[in-house]
Structure formats: C-alpha cells, structure tokens
C-alpha cells in the first residue's frame, strides 16, 4: 500500500466533534422533518400523481407519475439512518477521549518527579 493510500483510508478524526456532533443533531432534524413532510404528502394525494406532459409533436396529456415525495421520503429515511450511525460513533468517540483523559490524569497524578524537578527541588536561589 502506498503513502498516499494509507492517508485516505485512515478514518477523518474531527477536528470539533462537539461542533460536528451538534450539526449532525441538526441535520437529523431537519431530515426528520422533511420524512414528516413527504410522508403527509404522500398521504394526502398518494403515491400517483396526474402530471401534464407533451410529446414530440406538441400534444399535452395527462399521465400518472410516481409521487416526487417517494424520491424525498426515501432519501430522507437514508440520510436519519446514516445520521444516527454518525452521532453513535461521535458520541462513542467522545467518550473514548473523556476516558483517556481521565486515565492520562491519573498516570500523572502517580508519576514520578522528573529529574529536571528534582534538580529544581534542592537548588537555592
């Protein structure tokens, strides 16, 4: 594997994950919403619709088409899924770095003085 094929296949650490938590939050309610939406639509004039078209030769007529709102509820049902999956991971990641944290604060509260605090500690000033 090469330099480069090593560098995007490592997984993008964020750089705010609460920021980036925070957007994803958002975007799962928006998308939410946009579900409710088509949902209600498509409830409300079903999943054909009447749509007016004209041919080659200039003749209008009436066709049924699929609900545009099937396309947005899918894709929308998609992107929730999607979104939940990313705030586990940020949330897990979160708590991964508070854990490493805490135990960095712990090894240094039982670390030993460095030399250089020792030569500190005895020197008269």
Do not use: W
């Amino acid at each position: 594997m090469r330099a480069d094929e090593k560098k995007t296949s490592r997984k993008k650490q964020p750089v705010n994950p609460e920021q980036e938590l925070a957007d994803c939050r958002e975007a799962l309610a928006a998308m939410k919403q946009n579900l409710q939406l088509a949902t209600a639509d498509i409830a409300k004039r079903g999943l054909l619709v009447k749509t007016t078209v004209t041919d080659s030769h200039g003749k209008v007529s009436k066709v049924d088409r699929i609900n545009p709102s099937v396309k947005i509820q899918r894709e929308a049902m998609r992107a929730v899924n999607n979104l939940k999956k990313q705030i586990c991971g940020l949330e897990e990641e979160e708590k991964a770095r508070e854990e490493e944290k805490k135990r960095a604060e712990r090894r240094s509260e039982f670390a030993r003085p460095s030399d250089e605090d020792e030569e500190n500690e005895f020197k008269i000033y």
